[in-house]
């Protein structure tokens, strides 16, 4: 069976600063990962997903299938990136997504 | 696109009732996932529906069941509700296809008391 952890429930950091969400799964196969956010009073939205290779509002996240790991960085914070942070796995196209327990980041002025 | 939708938003039940809750899916989007979220327990999967059949299923007890009717509308049904049921239930729509973005509903915030 799959999973998703997410070490950290929360994350504080100064505007500026350099952010890293950090994301590990187990997966015997190749997993398709996910960054979704929630913002306050938001829905659940997709922020990035490895296949895709993409930066997203500054965030990349990189698939280490040898640390078994899909950390989301982001050089310099910003106040608008605070938000709910899960990360998420699907083990094959048509199978559920499993979420870790998620992270809030809180970027302080 | 009008996004997804979830009716109603807030629900307050008592132990042993029984609730019903709907998402109706983005237009033209034939699955529907449903998931529980909790502060302790964060997004845990309930189950999927495409086309009518559910696709996938999560480890939750048989008290929670769902369907999806003909034009993708999905309900899902709470039995002999418990305290520990009070949570956020989100649903959320998708093509189906192997891309495969899920788009997620606002909520509804179910309480029992």
């Known amino acids: 069976a799959q999973r998703v952890t997410q070490p950290e429930k929360l994350l504080s950091v100064f505007k500026g600063a350099p952010v890293e969400l950090k994301c590990n799964y187990s997966y015997s196969g190749s997993p398709e990962l996910f960054w979704y956010v929630q913002y306050s009073r938001q829905r659940l939205q997709l922020l990035l997903r490895h296949i895709s290779r993409e930066s997203i509002k500054g965030f990349t996240a990189d698939l280490n299938k040898g640390e078994t790991s899909f950390h989301l960085k982001k050089p310099f914070a910003q106040e608008e990136d605070s938000a709910m942070y899960y990360c998420?796995?699907?083990?094959?196209?048509?199978?559920?997504?499993?979420f870790g327990k998620g992270i809030t980041l809180s970027v302080r002025p | 696109k009008a996004g997804v939708t979830q009716t109603p938003r807030y629900l307050i039940k008592t132990r042993g009732q029984q609730v019903t809750l709907s998402c109706s899916p983005i237009s033209g989007h034939r699955s529907v996932s449903w998931y529980q979220q909790t502060p302790g327990q964060g997004l845990q999967f309930l189950f999927e529906y495409f086309s009518e059949t559910q696709r996938n299923k999560g480890n939750f007890p048989g008290r929670f069941s769902g369907r999806q009717f003909s034009n993708s509308r999905s309900e899902m049904n709470v039995s002999t509700l418990e305290l520990g049921d009070s949570a956020l239930y989100l649903c959320a729509s998708s093509s189906g296809t192997v891309l495969n973005e899920q788009f997620f509903g606002p909520g509804t915030r179910l309480t029992v008391l």
């Open positions: 998420a796995l699907r083990a094959g196209a048509n199978s559920k997504l499993t």
